[in-house]
T-cell receptor, first 116, second 116 residues
Framework: AQKITQTQPGMFVQEKEAVTLDCTYDTSDPSYGLFWYKQPSSGEMIFLIY??????QNATEGRYSLNFQKARKSANLVISASQLGDSAMYFC?????????????FGTGTRLTIIP | SQTIHQWPATLVQPVGSPLSLECTVE??????LYWYRQAAGRGLQLLFYSVGIGQISSEVPQNLSASRPQDRQFILSSKKLLLSDSGFYLC???????????????FGAGTRLSVL
């Protein structure tokens, strides 16, 4: 089974609207971390937000928030008030503390296009 | 602050030629270092990681090798490139705090390799 699943290959969103990018994960490790990265056309991977498996509250970083539903094993990224500069590939990733050592496992990504 | 440098940005090499990609990190000591490959339109695949000088872990069998001659230097090499080695190569670093799930990996700008 895929450890990280991103079911939306591409999304088109009107500027200033909110957007939710889906991510589900699969692990039996009780200690894990979930990450979201943004990859603009230049190629660099930019860290956006982190959620730990034991965190009680959903993570937020500026316009980014993570909708963490542990029982459903989902970690959706929410971008509020989208901007043209948000157009990029977005990757969800997981680190399993006990099973994966140093490994980050990435999903296949979602290409987000913001329409003016 | 910490910075990661990766070069060259773009490389076109003939099949059978050698390869050397270099990555250096500044502003930190004893980082964990990583090499990833990203095929076109795909997620990232971890190739190698290193937790210290001379310590290399390989994730997938392949035509490539990695070395860490200095604390903050990570080199990806090949003796003879194959067509299938084409892709986007990203170097990343994280702090040596392996006991934390929140061990954020920070990426370089990447090298786009075309093997012809």
């Amino acid at each position: 089974a895929q450890k990280i699943t991103q079911t939306q290959p591409g999304m088109f969103v009107q500027e200033k609207e909110a957007v939710t990018l889906d991510c589900t994960y699969d692990t039996s490790d009780p200690s894990y971390g979930l990450f979201w990265y943004k990859q603009p056309s230049s190629g660099e991977m930019i860290f956006l937000i982190y959620q730990g498996s034991y965190d009680q509250q959903n993570a937020t970083e500026g316009r980014y928030s993570l909708n963490f539903q542990k029982a459903r094993k989902s970690a959706n990224l929410v971008i509020s008030a989208s901007q043209l500069g948000d157009s990029a590939m977005y990757f969800c990733a997981m680190r399993e503390l006990n099973f994966g050592n140093e490994k980050l496992t990435f999903g296949t990504g979602t290409r987000l296009t913001i329409i003016p | 602050s910490q910075t990661i440098h990766q070069w060259p940005a773009t490389l076109v090499q003939p099949v059978g030629s050698p390869l050397s990609l270099e990555c250096t990190v500044e502003g930190t000591s004893n980082p964990n270092l990583y090499w990833y490959r990203q095929a076109a339109g795909r997620g990232l695949q971890l190739l190698f990681y290193s937790v210290g000088i001379g310590q290399i872990s390989s994730e997938v069998p392949q035509n490539l090798s990695a070395s860490r001659p200095q604390d903050r230097q990570f080199i990806l090499s090949s003796k003879k490139l194959l067509l299938s080695d084409s892709g986007f190569y990203l170097c990343a670093w994280s702090s040596g705090e392996a006991t934390l799930a929140k061990n954020i990996q920070y990426f370089g700008a990447g090298t786009r390799l075309s093997v012809l």
